[in-house]
């Protein structure tokens, strides 16, 4: 089984959609380091002024499945 990133976005706090990273990785330590790179800072839109930020778990299941 690969590893992926699941993520959540927020738009000034409220979360505003949660979705999977198009890439599958071999091992966790990529994914992992991919995750931080990707999602790690926060985005500020130039337009609006708005802070996008993202948490993000890496797991091989959906982690969110009820």
Request: glycine letters at 6%; proline letters at 2%.
């Amino acid at each position: 089984m690969y590893w992926r990133i699941w993520f959540e976005l927020y738009e000034d706090g409220k979360k505003i959609g949660s979705g999977l990273w198009h890439y599958q990785y071999k091992y966790k330590s990529n994914a992992v380091r991919a995750a931080k790179r990707q999602f790690g800072k926060a985005r500020v839109n130039k337009n609006s002024s708005k802070v996008y930020t993202y948490k993000w778990t890496v797991s091989q299941t959906n982690p969110w499945r009820t």
